[in-house]
């Protein structure tokens, strides 16, 4: 386990560095000069001087080669500069502090919301295949893997806060604001564990040692619940930490149709003004989110799981 | 029940309640604030001010050849008059617990501080001007100030309204004007460039003399724009440029309290405010960026006013319960193509004729500005800066583009439907950008006439800053064309030129240059008349649309969204007036 553990770890760098290497050659072919939306969003509706649009290209750094570039951007985020914002002028890396809690708190409640419904659904859609339960599972299964995330929250806002007056269409501040938001970044995520389940147990179910399971005279509830369950949630310990990744995208989506102030609407806010630092932060930062999250997911399943342990250290 | 069954069920309970526990306890509080500031503790209302008139006289005893005729900003009355204001006062009583105003607004994201170039503060009843742009015509009008004198080509006597304190209690006299001016010019170098102030002199408490570089018959209207609002310059420089907020530098009835950026604007009543004690505790004004969202909030009860509507939202609104719409019915916006000169394709005039006439501009602007939303841009500049008979824009005629094309040697050759010359296809590139929904519309609506004319048109919508970039031959642009309220300066400024025809090159994304316009933009020099300069603007707006030098489409009016507990507002067509004293919030 410390070996695989230190394997993971030891290529987390490299990925990094390529995830951001990757990000940063694509935000620089984007068209448009950053001097120059520095220059505007400073002096607004002025012209532009030339002078000063190639004085401000040395102040950025801009007037570099690409890797050079690349490699300053990279000695300062190891040391924890994620440089400043080109719109605000504050550091990146507080502008990301200052709006992962609202997202950790969205993502938190999306995902707790997914496994509540995705885990019990699954199990029971797979017990009892082709019953009623089990087809009202599928269908939500597949409206949440076919729906997109911004069609849903606009039907939750129409359905919830416009026709019941039930809740708030919109911010950040009270627990009932989280409910909808939660809701349509939960569905996706949801759709995928509980049809992944589902197909687990199933498989689980149809297995020589829960034959034997049977032949020994146990209940079936005792067969599911005893000696299959354990085996069948496996996968989706893995899938859970994937789902983070999907749930992060979904949240850049979500958070600017709810106007909640997370990361997702930093982001989105960010790429419309060419705020090339805070992009190339964010999507740092998320990196490194998702991958240590899907690392603990792994670590997770190898816990959960002595073939998979084993089997590795053996190797 | 098996036991992992029992452990995995306790186990999502106890994360289910943690959840809800770590919400209750985080959404109590909320994010921290960029800025944050005391309100001033509200004090005694201040008198009403006299009754005001702006004035500019003759400069008969300059010697000058020129003579600057009179009411070049003709009298008007503020548009929040003495009586108005004293019912709003009324309406506010001690007794009474004032309401909230929640407001959506698009943007949060620019600076507080007006010398920044930044709206939030005019927008939202906390800075003001010495002049404002009058609701009924666009001229400037006295706000701060009470009457402006023009002494001479180059030398214009402002008086002052008394009685005006800034949130910091301080008073706005002569020395405070001049020195919010003086920070003007030194924090926003463009801005200190078109005033052209040479000097200023303090001639008492309440009346201040400038002095210009070269004659500025428009001076007023030129301190209305946002760069100029009255700021205390000394708490402002004090508290830094991080912590505008703090020095309570505005004299607007709404006091900013609390400012996250990207998020929200919160205010108090300034119930020190010049204008009598505004009718509301407050205003709560949140950025809400997407339109839908917006408009759904302002259904869902969530917001009571939503800013920038879309034709659809107006229509919904209009059509439910307790929801208007509310528009001044003017268009101040124009939404246009800039035409590129230097690409090459449409250096051609007689392509870039073809274009002009393959295009029906009158149907896109039905679409992306219906009635009651905005109307057709037939010129740059909308009837209410200048008013052109005789001048207009290419029409649309699909037969003469096709006679132009074949002109200019493009016919096609290969069947194809569309046009091309020495084997080399006619093609275009429409760019625009996403954030004004009227220019994608826009754009594809051209592509599919300029494709029933034979030309080939590609849409590119990315982003605004591309414009500078050569790739593109038509770019969708949306922008404010009533600026200072001088119908050659709006002109100027498209042309890349400014209002005395100087300076070649800013803002001219189409790289348009003619020798026949720099001369008629320059008769303006140091004309005052308002319809003198009136005359010049159409005088250049006819060779601008006689070389479709600019494709302008629609002039977009300014749409709001209301429920009916709103009161006293009054839309103003330019984007810069939003909240004043008089909206009120009925219970």
């Not at chain 1, 570099?64 to 504050?90: K, M």
């Amino acid at each position: 386990m410390a070996a695989y553990l230190i394997r993971r770890l030891a290529t987390l760098p490299l990925l990094l560095l390529g995830i951001s290497g990757v990000s940063f050659v694509l935000l620089n072919l984007a068209p448009g000069d950053p001097a120059e939306i520095v220059l505007r969003q400073r002096n607004p509706g002025q012209a532009l001087n030339p002078t000063a649009v190639t004085a401000m290209r040395t102040e950025l750094g801009l007037d570099a080669p690409l890797p050079v570039q690349y490699v300053r951007w990279v000695s300062q985020a190891i040391a924890g500069n994620l440089g400043r914002s080109y719109v605000t002028e504050q550091p990146v890396a507080r502008q990301l502090a200052r709006r992962t809690v609202p997202t950790a708190l969205l993502t938190a409640a999306a995902l707790t919301l997914a496994l509540l419904v995705a885990v019990p659904m699954g199990i029971l859609s797979a017990r009892q295949r082709g019953s009623p339960v089990d087809t009202v599972a599928r269908l939500v299964a597949l409206v949440g893997a076919a729906a997109p995330s911004y069609a849903l929250a606009y039907g939750l806002i129409i359905l919830f806060a416009v026709k019941l007056s039930w809740l708030p269409a919109f911010g950040y501040g009270s627990a009932a604001q989280v409910v909808l938001p939660a809701i349509a970044l939960s569905l996706a995520p949801m759709a995928q564990l509980m049809r992944l389940i589902r197909a687990s147990m199933l498989e689980t179910l149809g297995q020589d040692y829960i034959r034997t399971a049977r032949a020994k005279g146990l209940s079936e509830r005792t067969v599911a619940f005893g000696h299959a369950l354990r085996n069948a949630l496996l996968p989706a310990i893995g899938a859970t930490g994937v789902s983070l990744g999907y749930l992060l995208s979904g949240a850049v989506i979500v958070e600017t149709i709810f106007t909640w102030p997370g990361l997702g609407q930093l982001m989105v806010g960010a790429a419309l003004a060419r705020d090339y630092p805070v992009v190339q932060g964010f999507v740092t930062y998320i990196a490194v989110v998702v991958l240590l999250v899907n690392l603990i997911a792994d670590i997770a399943l190898r816990v959960a799981d002595p073939r998979l342990r084993f089997g590795r250290e053996g190797m | 029940m098996p036991k992992l069954m029992r452990q995995s069920i306790k186990l999502l309970t106890l994360m289910t309640l943690a959840l809800l526990l770590v919400l209750a306890m985080a959404c109590g509080a909320p994010a921290a604030s960029t800025e944050n500031a005391a309100v001033p503790a509200a004090t005694e209302p201040q008198a009403l001010p006299a009754a005001t008139t702006v004035q500019q006289q003759a400069a008969q005893e300059t010697g000058t050849s020129q003579q600057p005729s009179q009411a070049t900003a003709a009298s008007e009355q503020p548009a929040a008059s003495t009586t108005e204001l004293e019912q709003a006062s009324a309406s506010a009583t001690d007794d009474v617990e004032r309401p909230t105003l929640t407001a959506g607004v698009i943007w949060l994201d620019s600076p507080l501080d007006p010398v920044e170039g930044a709206w939030a503060a005019s927008q939202g009843g906390m800075a003001e001007n010495l002049f404002r742009l009058s609701a009924a015509d666009l001229s400037p009008e006295p706000w701060l100030a009470t009457e402006a004198v023009q002494i001479d080509p180059m030398t214009w006597q402002i008086e002052l309204r008394s009685g005006v304190r800034f949130h910091n209690r301080a008073v706005m006299d002569a020395d405070a004007v001049k020195a919010s001016l003086e920070r003007t010019i030194r924090l926003s170098p463009g801005t200190g460039e078109r005033l052209a102030i040479a000097s200023m002199e303090v001639k008492d408490s309440h009346t201040v003399v400038i002095n210009t570089t070269d004659a500025r018959p428009t001076l007023p209207g030129l301190l209305t724009t946002s760069q100029t609002a009255i700021v205390d310059a000394a708490a402002a420089d004090a508290a830094g440029e991080d912590n505008f907020l703090s020095a309570g530098a505005l004299t607007g009835p709404y006091i900013p309290t609390e400012y996250i950026h990207k998020e929200r604007l919160s205010s108090v009543a300034n119930d020190d405010y010049w204008g009598g004690k505004p009718p509301l505790a407050g205003i709560e004004n949140i950025a809400i960026p997407d339109t839908n969202s917006r408009e759904l909030a302002l259904q869902a009860g969530d917001i009571d006013f939503a800013i920038n509507i879309s034709p659809e939202g107006v229509e919904r609104f209009d059509t439910v319960p307790d929801l208007h719409s509310r528009t001044a019915g003017a268009g101040t916006s124009v939404v246009m193509w800039w035409v590129n000169f230097e690409r090459g394709t449409l250096s051609d005039p007689l392509v870039r004729q073809a274009v002009s006439h393959a295009i029906d501009r009158e149907s896109i602007a039905g679409l992306v500005a219906p009635a009651g939303t905005g109307s057709f841009a037939d010129l740059l500049l909308p009837e209410a800066m200048a008013s052109c008979p005789g001048v207009a824009g290419p029409e649309y005629d699909p037969q003469r583009a096709g006679e132009l094309l074949a002109q200019a040697g493009y016919i096609d050759t290969d069947g194809d439907g569309y046009v091309d010359k020495d084997g080399q296809a006619l093609e275009i590139v429409i760019g625009g950008y996403p954030q004004r929904f009227q220019l994608p519309i826009m754009a594809e609506a051209a592509q599919a006439m300029l494709g029933e004319a034979g030309i080939r048109a590609e849409v590119q919508i990315t982003e605004w800053s591309v414009v500078k970039e050569p790739t593109w031959d038509l770019f969708g642009w949306y922008n404010n064309v009533v600026d200072a309220g001088d119908p050659v300066l709006n002109v100027s400024k498209f042309v890349g030129l400014h209002a005395d025809a100087s300076d070649s090159g800013a803002n001219n994304y189409g790289h348009y240059s003619n020798p026949e316009l720099v001369g008629i933009i320059a008769q303006a020099g140091d004309v005052s008349d308002i319809q003198q300069r009136k005359q010049i603007a159409c005088e250049a707006l006819a060779v601008v649309a006689e070389e479709s030098a600019l494709l302008p489409v629609a002039h977009a009016y300014m749409m709001y969204g209301v429920n009916e507990r709103v009161s006293g507002f009054e839309p103003h067509p330019h984007r810069l007036y939003m909240f004043d004293d008089r909206i009120g919030l009925s219970e």
